[in-house]
């Protein structure tokens, strides 16, 4: 059998000498600087805020209480270097602290401990107690003070990497539109890189800037910051060899991997005779799974409908006030494999509203022949529209969480209609859990996304489930509802 050979090193070009000042790469560090002392003055803040009142609860003297905070901030910040929180290895880090959560529970962890040693030696009294509201303030406020400083960061356009796309069609049209849509990764398309180029809707915004071989002339004329390449016709040793010029301008470089609506359950590579295998392995929905999947729900939607009470009582109170009609919403949706069961939410409508549907047919905004959205509905409420935007008429739902109907995190429940629009095969296995509360389609775009799209995210869900993937979903889900991304 004969060898097969591929010309690697004639393609290969050396380093070159590039002017720090106007570089991709000095402009990466600003953007990391700016994003370390942005994460340093939160953790600071978060210290200060949670030694005064802890001192205040306590009724801890002056000095005491400055030797106190004193310690909460050298720990807190002293800690987060050492576990990695000031990092910025990825875009998931500039966009959502989500993946730091692991670390930083474990940091406030070991920070409890000279927390207690110096309340101890400070004499206080109940010291352990004082750890914990210390360390449990200090941790509490940082999650919030970083989330805050990322949404304001998300905002300042100098900080936004400028982005290429090399490749078209489908899946550089499907990416095009994920980077408009999600404006935390701090990503500015700026255009398309590729020979032969097929173009699709959100695609169709972006001009060509050139060819493969052009794409040294366009990453110095356009001051790129980053590359992703997606799908293109192109060969093998063309795309080596556009990676080979992202490397040598020093320009971050991001692969769209083949088969991706698959990866989601994908995990760490593993190696065959130094061959990289990217391993998916078999859905873990055995029983065991099931059981531990439904233990969460009871418990965290027996807790939350137990705790929020008080607030239900007086949401249902407003939406009386505010329009006659019943205060639920009930509506039968497609459940489990081929059940049905009766969704319960807040009303946000009129009691017209569905026999207003036909006259606003016409600006209906989905697209997709199936769904039906109005980004500013006519039928909506004064109380509904708040309802809406901070996703609280969907409270409602733990009843039917708790009475298993329903999940916390799980596919997107869908009308009768909707169902029937997903009945091909692969598509049926979103059914194979129970539809959620929450989901990828609620953090990845909640009503922006087309109803194919959404479907699409459904199945990624289900095919690579896990408790952990769940819990993920749920903390993700809090700074969306907060944001009111995509909430109409």
Not at 303 to 327: E, H, M, Y
Request: a neutral charge; hydrophobic letters at 45%; proline letters at 5%.
């Amino acid at each position: 059998m004969n060898d097969i050979a591929y010309d690697y090193e004639s393609s290969v070009t050396p380093l070159r000498s590039v002017d720090p000042a106007l570089s991709p790469a000095s402009r990466a560090a600003r953007r990391s600087i700016f994003l370390h002392r942005l994460l340093l003055g939160a953790d600071l803040i978060s210290a200060l805020l949670a030694g005064a009142i802890t001192s205040l609860l306590f009724s801890i003297p002056l000095s005491d209480a400055a030797t106190l905070t004193a310690a909460l901030i050298v720990g807190s910040i002293g800690l987060a270097f050492i576990f990695g929180l000031y990092s910025d290895g990825d875009l998931l880090t500039w966009a959502s602290g989500l993946a730091d959560a692991p670390r930083a529970l474990v940091a406030a962890v070991v920070l409890s401990w000279p927390v207690f040693g110096v309340a101890a030696a400070l004499e206080l009294s109940q010291p352990a107690f004082v750890a914990l509201v210390a360390t449990a303030g200090t941790a509490g406020f940082g999650s919030i003070t970083r989330a805050l400083g990322r949404g304001w960061a998300h905002r300042v356009v100098p900080l936004r990497q400028r982005t290429v796309i090399v490749g078209s069609g489908i899946v550089a049209d499907r990416l095009a539109d994920r980077l408009e849509r999600h404006g935390e990764f701090g990503l500015e398309t700026i255009g398309l890189v590729d020979d032969d180029v097929h173009r699709l809707d959100s695609a169709q915004r972006l001009p060509k800037l050139g060819s493969l071989d052009q794409l040294d002339q366009v990453l110095d004329e356009r001051e790129v910051d980053r590359v992703i390449i997606a799908f293109s016709r192109a060969s093998h040793q063309q795309l080596l060899s556009c990676i080979r010029v992202c490397r040598d301008h020093r320009v971050a470089v991001d692969v769209v991997p083949r088969l991706f609506e698959l990866l989601d359950g994908a995990q760490s590579l593993n190696q065959i005779g130094g061959l990289p295998l990217l391993s998916i392995g078999a859905p873990p929905l055995s029983r065991a799974s099931r059981l531990a999947k439904r233990g969460l729900d009871i418990i965290i939607s027996s807790l939350l409908l137990i705790f929020l009470s008080p607030f239900l009582a007086l949401i249902a109170i407003a939406i009386k006030l505010d329009s006659r009609g019943p205060v639920f919403f009930r509506q039968v949706r497609a459940g489990r494999g081929e059940s049905e069961f009766q969704l319960v939410k807040f009303r946000s409508m009129y009691t017209d509203a569905e026999a207003r549907k036909s006259e606003l047919e016409e600006a209906n905004e989905a697209g997709d022949g199936v769904m039906f959205k109005i980004k500013r509905d006519p039928r909506i409420t004064r109380v509904g529209g708040f309802l809406r935007r901070g996703s609280i008429d969907e409270l409602p739902q733990l009843i039917n969480v708790l009475k298993g109907e329903m999940s916390l995190v799980g596919p997107r429940p869908l009308i009768l209609k909707e169902a029937r629009h997903a009945a091909q095969t692969w598509h049926a296995r979103r059914l194979d859990l129970r539809p959620g509360i929450t989901g990828l389609w609620q953090i990845s775009g909640r009503s922006d996304l087309p109803f194919q799209e959404m479907v699409r995210f459904d199945y990624q869900y289900v095919s690579g489930w896990s408790l952990a993937r769940d819990v993920e979903i749920l903390l993700a889900t809090i700074p969306v509802v907060l944001s009111g991304r995509g909430a109409y």
